[in-house]
T-cell receptor, first 114, second 112 residues
Framework: KAGVTQTPRYLIKTRGQQVTLSCSPI?????VSWYQQTPGQGLQFLFE???????NKGNFPGRFSGRQFSNSRSEMNVSTLELGDSALYLC?????????????FGDGTRLSIL | AQTVTQSQPEMSVQEAETVTLSCTYD???????LFWYKQPPSRQMILVIR??????QNATENRFSVNFQKAAKSFSLKISDSQLGDTAMYFC?????????FGKGITLSVRP
């Protein structure tokens, strides 16, 4: 079974631009969660999608948005990029997103803002 | 809101020895799950072990075991017979209401 696939692996953008990151979950998994990982803040939860609906959202500004498609693939968008958005963005999938199910992570997208 | 605290930023252990990684959490929830995830230098995060809060018995997975103290809200990970491949960042995580909250992680180095 293929794992969670995130594209692209690396991205360099400048302040003010916008970016879209993609995540393909493991086949059969309907829940996709997104996390931002930085050395200072650790792993912070962005949002979770299940069956195309956002069920949970972390404390991030509205510049961070996402969506999920009918095939469970998910995209995350960040508009008006700021230097502080430089981070590793991780996507994780699970069968139904319940708290007892282990999450399967992708390799992440390293976003650098110049 | 839940908080997860990993107070040790890094630790080092000799190969074949035992090491314990600490984690405390704060919550008002009664039903929850606790996890330890491992992130090797190659980046992909993988699940090490999981503990159900309603179970008294500590979870064990081969060389990995936990010491779960519910009243003290403590959830430590013990790695026995440490191997070079255990070198990684380890994250403690709390799961409730379909959401995971992570600690800031601890960098574990296994010395040959």
């Amino acid at each position: 079974k293929a794992g969670v696939t995130q594209t692209p692996r690396y991205l360099i953008k400048t302040r003010g631009q916008q970016v879209t990151l993609s995540c393909s979950p493991i086949s059969g998994h309907r829940s996709v969660s997104w996390y931002q990982q930085t050395p200072g803040q650790g792993l912070q939860f962005l949002f979770e999608y299940f069956s195309e609906t956002q069920r949970n959202k972390g404390n991030f500004p509205g510049r961070f948005s996402g969506r999920q498609f009918s095939n469970s693939r998910s995209e995350m968008n960040v508009s008006t990029l700021e230097l502080g958005d430089s981070a590793l963005y991780l996507c994780a999938s699970s069968l139904a997103g319940t708290e007892y199910q282990p999450q399967h992570f992708g390799d992440g997208t390293r976003l650098s803002i110049l | 809101a839940q908080t997860v605290t990993q107070s040790q930023p890094e630790m080092s252990v000799q190969e074949a020895e035992t090491v314990t990684l600490s984690c405390t959490y704060d919550t008002s929830e009664n039903n929850y799950y606790l996890f330890w995830y491992k992130q090797p230098p190659s980046r992909q995060m993988i699940l090490v072990i999981r503990q159900e809060a309603y179970k008294q018995q500590n979870a064990t997975e081969n060389r990995f075991s936990v010491n779960f103290q519910k009243a003290a809200k403590s959830f430590s990970l013990k790695i026995s017979d440490s191997q070079l491949g255990d070198t990684a960042m380890y994250f403690c995580a709390f799961g409730a209401n379909s959401k995971l909250t992570f600690g800031k992680g601890i960098t574990l180095s296994v010395r040959p």
